[in-house]
Structure formats: C-alpha cells, structure tokens
T-cell receptor
Framework: DQQVKQNSPSLSVQEGRISILNCDYT??????FLWYKKYPAEGPTFLIS???IKDKNEDGRFTVFLNKSAKHLSLHIVPSQPGDSAVYFC????????????WGLGTSLAVNP | DARVTQTPRHKVTEMGQEVTMRCQPI?????VFWYRQTMMQGLELLAY????????DSGMPKDRFSAEMPDATLATLKIQPSEPRDSAVYFC??????????????FGPGTRLTVL
C-alpha cells in the first residue's frame, strides 16, 4: 500500500511554462515533505522541502505547496527549463519516526524546447 | 566536489550467487542509508546507520541481506543467496546528521543489479 502517491508517471511541458507535479499521501502523521530530482544514471538529489507548519516554501523557480487537509502537496517549477527534465520524487516522513522517509514512485518530467 | 561513490555500477549474476555492493560515503558524514529502487515499489529504505551503528534495518529481508560498516569510509550491502526478485537499483546515501528528518541525504549513482 503506497503511503505516498505520485499518480502521474510522466508530464510534458513547454519551455517557459509552469510545471506542476503532484503528490498525495495517506498517513496523517507525516509532518515533513521533500522533493528530490533524479537524472538518468545518477542518484536523486535534494530539491526542496516543507514542514507541516507551513503551507508554502519557495526557492528560486521552485515552490512547494502543502494542503494538509487534502493530504496533498505540489511542486511548481516556473519557468520550466529543458535542464529540469528529470524524474521527481516526493518523499514524506514523521520527525518522531526519525529519518525514515516514505517515497513515491516518481514523475518523469520532460521540458520541451 | 564531494560525492558518494558506489561500486560496482552494474552487476549481473546468477541466482544463488553472493553479491556484495560497496559504498563510500562523503568524508565526514555520519549517516549512511541503503535504498532499493524498483519500478513497482519505488525507493525503499533497506537500512541506515549512524556513526557506523545500525539504527534501522527493518526494511531488509534478514534471511538473505546483510549490511555493515566496517569503518567510517565503507558501507557494504550483501545478498546471499541472490534471487531474481532482487534485481533492482541499489542506492547508497550519506548525510551529516543532526538527528533530524530534515537532514539532507546525498545519494550515490547506484548499483544496477540483475539476477538471472
């Protein structure tokens, strides 16, 4: 049973437009959420995170939104660039269950020039 | 540019053989994680260590998998005997832990294991 779900296996957007990647979770105990980006033949790299005490966190072109009531978070990339083409993983955890993150299956983003 | 290194990058073996995967964490990092990635399950945590001590290996099949840190610069993951269902990409990650879930994990490039 997937506690963290990324229901869109893939997404394609035009360069310069907004990319929106979605993630849903089922465990109401999760209080910390992260996004990692993965290029082919490389390991995932940390992108951005958000704590449950916030509903938005922004870092440059990347913004993560958290809707606790809906158990939903989303990653917005504006503007999208071809170099953003990668697989994006959503991960969630609980600070009390130290460091054990539950990961989604990933969404493959293709940004077309 | 400090990176986590993993060897081998690719491994093809036959069912029943022993497989050993190695990881060199970033110098100075005190936590090491082993993950397995499959298409169906995504990234699953197999085990993690802090200061070379195993803290959680509940995700690891105990009968055939073992993870160790012989020293601070080497982590190993062994499968004996290997089975076709173990075919996956195995990632090692390290971090400088303050004991917080917000501590960033730095991943290696992975070992792609194929068990025939």
């Amino acid at each position: 049973d997937q506690q963290v779900k990324q229901n869109s296996p893939s997404l394609s957007v035009q360069e310069g437009r907004i990319s929106i990647l979605n993630c849903d979770y089922t465990n109401s105990m999760f209080d910390y959420f992260l996004w990692y980006k993965k290029y082919p033949a490389e390991g995932p790299t940390f992108l951005i995170s958000i704590s449950s005490i916030k509903d938005k966190n922004e870092d440059g072109r990347f913004t993560v939104f958290l809707n606790k009531s809906a158990k939903h978070l989303s990653l917005h990339i504006v503007p999208s660039q071809p170099g953003d083409s990668a697989v994006y993983f959503c991960a969630a955890g609980n600070a009390g269950n130290n460091r054990k993150l539950i990961w989604g299956l990933g969404t493959s983003l293709a940004v077309n020039p | 540019d400090a990176r986590v290194t993993q060897t081998p990058r690719h491994k093809v073996t036959e069912m029943g053989q022993e497989v050993t995967m190695r990881c060199q964490p970033i110098l100075g990092h005190n936590t090491v994680f082993w993950y397995r990635q499959t298409m169906m399950q995504g990234l699953e945590l197999l085990a993690y260590f802090r200061n070379r001590a195993p803290l959680d290996d509940s995700g690891m099949p105990k009968d055939r998998f073992s993870a160790e840190m012989p020293d601070a610069t080497l982590a190993t993951l062994k499968i004996q005997p290997s089975e076709p269902r173990d075919s996956a990409v195995y990632f090692c990650a390290s971090g400088l832990s303050a004991g917080l879930i917000s501590d960033t994990q730095y991943f290696g490039p992975g070992t792609r294991l194929t068990v025939l």
